[in-house]
């Protein structure tokens, strides 16, 4: 897609360049393009995974992360296929900012042969180790001592690549947290620790499970810096995320990112959303939606136009639709190799 997507809309002055936001003097239009496509296939594959769900095509339960979109991107904005990533089990989004592809995301979440992880992993343990993705966790804190682990590797391969460890403003409070922030301090590993701080832990308010104003202060504590960025504002996410890349490449250590935001949905498809306001949810809904705030933002700038946004919109619908059919007539898997990947043979 790249420049293919984007309407022929004229910049703004070279002369005010300096005043841009980060991913608008850093990143070019096509570049910004695909990451609003990126953006709205999160949103529209989480949709999608909702309809199947209320359909009956999908069991068990799953973690949206609409609402949430720009933290996902803007973190893997300065990323390359090279560099890797631990998730969680909020992760859809974190696999498509990576690069996954949704027909075998979808086809994994409908327990198909076909999916990322042959269709045993389901929705919270999707992996794409050919574009850097680790996995997912079901382990609240899970992803953050891996992603540790795999920096470690780098520095002592001396690949030069960075990682990026996701997870929920619920895993700073699990001990994995700190002692994985001291160890990766101590030893100035190339990890980047990325709270998605989305107010609740399933359904506690962060005001009353945790002790500090913000999860990044606790940075200092490590001898990191803590960086806390508006999570619906891609290029404010962008821009702690290059920052942060950087240092990481080279051999300064790590950075704790804290990313305010908010999910749409409720905490999974069981949750009520008993302990929020409807009108909590309609303000940030109308007023900060991220989608929204980043188009408005290219439009601003002469980036993109409307037909242009309308096209990346039926582009991105197309997918959608055919990585959902794929996943429907993709075969089953075969009840004959229901051990397979579950035992190593040694010999």
């Avoid at 809309?9 to 003097?25: I, M, Q, S, V, Y």
């Avoid at 239009?29 to 953006?39: D, F, I």
């Avoid at 403003?169 to 001990?175: C, L, Q, R, T």
């Avoid at 794929?326 to 229901?338: N, R």
Wanted: a negative charge; proline letters at 3%.
């Amino acid at each position: 897609m790249g420049d293919k997507i984007i309407a022929q809309a004229k910049p703004k002055a070279e002369e005010g360049r300096h005043n841009l936001p980060f991913a608008f003097r850093h990143y070019s239009p096509g570049e910004l393009g695909q990451a609003l496509r990126k953006m709205y296939l999160i949103r529209r594959f989480e949709e999608g995974a909702e309809e199947s769900y209320t359909r009956g095509l999908i069991h068990g339960t799953m973690h949206l992360s609409i609402g949430q979109e720009a933290s996902a991107v803007g973190i893997s904005l300065p990323l390359t296929d090279d560099d890797m990533i631990t998730s969680t089990h909020r992760g859809h989004g974190h696999c498509i900012a990576k690069g996954a592809e949704v027909s075998r995301m979808f086809a994994e979440f409908f327990g198909k042969e076909t999916g990322y992880c042959r269709g045993r992993g389901g929705s919270m343990h999707i992996a794409d180790v050919s574009k850097g993705n680790l996995g997912a966790n079901g382990i609240v804190g899970g992803g953050i001592p891996i992603a540790v682990g795999a920096a470690l590797s780098m520095k002592k391969l001396k690949t030069g690549r960075v990682v990026v460890s996701y997870f929920g403003d619920g895993a700073n409070n699990e001990g994995a947290f700190h002692e994985a922030l001291n160890m990766a301090s101590v030893w100035k590993l190339p990890v980047i620790f990325v709270c998605e701080n989305n107010g609740y832990g399933m359904s506690t308010s962060t005001r009353r499970s945790t002790a500090v104003a913000n999860v990044a202060d606790r940075a200092a504590a490590y001898a990191m810096p803590g960086v806390i960025v508006d999570g619906n504002d891609l290029s404010d996410v962008a821009e702690a995320s290059h920052a942060a890349v950087e240092r990481a490449r080279h051999g300064e250590g790590p950075t704790l990112i804290e990313c305010k935001t908010y999910r749409h949905r409720g905490h999974s498809k069981s949750d009520r959303n008993r302990y929020r306001t409807k009108e909590e949810i309609e303000d940030w809904i109308a007023n900060r939606d991220p989608i929204q705030l980043f188009e408005a933002q290219m439009q601003e700038y002469g980036v993109i136009d409307a037909a242009g946004i309308e096209a990346i919109r039926t582009d991105v619908e197309r997918e959608i639709e055919a990585a959902i059919e794929f996943a429907k007539t993709s075969p089953a898997p075969d009840l004959a190799g229901l051990t397979r990947d579950v035992y190593t043979d040694l010999a």
